[in-house]
């Protein structure tokens, strides 16, 4: 084989490997950016389900049965969207707490340190938010 027929096998490899690198990393950073959106969407998803919550514990006093059938509803949606580290321990010890308010639905203690479980999955929630926000503009990601 002469030198030229060597020399153009070698650089076509060559381009034919850039090619196969640039379709893996796109392939990565996609999926890396979809990963980043779901998780957001979960975030933002728990910050709705814990405003609903706070609204239907403040209307417990005008239509009890009403409020306690939305809190369980987005408590229950609140459970299955558990994304953050402490989020889980905050959304059990909700659980627990809304149980014993179910029982007891005039208990303002037990309303008080619903919304304080409510706070702490919303903030949880929130910093996560922007630590991942902070993270993709120090990194050049959108979204």
Not at 58 to 73: L, Q, R
Request: with cysteine.
């Amino acid at each position: 084989m002469k030198i030229k027929t060597k020399l153009n096998l070698g650089v076509g490899l060559l381009f034919l490997i850039i090619i196969i690198l640039s379709l893996v990393a796109s392939f990565y950073v996609f999926s890396i950016k979809k990963d980043s959106e779901n998780i957001l969407k979960a975030n933002y998803n728990t910050l709705e389900y814990s405003q609903n919550m706070l609204l239907s514990l403040d209307e417990m006093n005008a239509d009890k049965e009403k409020a306690i059938v939305v809190f369980e509803t987005n408590l229950i949606k609140q459970i299955a969207n558990i994304t953050e580290a402490g989020e889980d321990n905050a959304t059990y010890n909700l659980k627990k707490v809304f149980n014993f308010l179910k029982k007891n639905k005039t208990d303002e203690t037990l309303k008080s340190q619903i919304r304080q479980d409510i706070f702490e999955i919303m903030k949880l929630n929130m910093n996560a938010i922007n630590q991942k926000n902070r993270y993709c503009r120090t990194h050049g990601i959108d979204g």
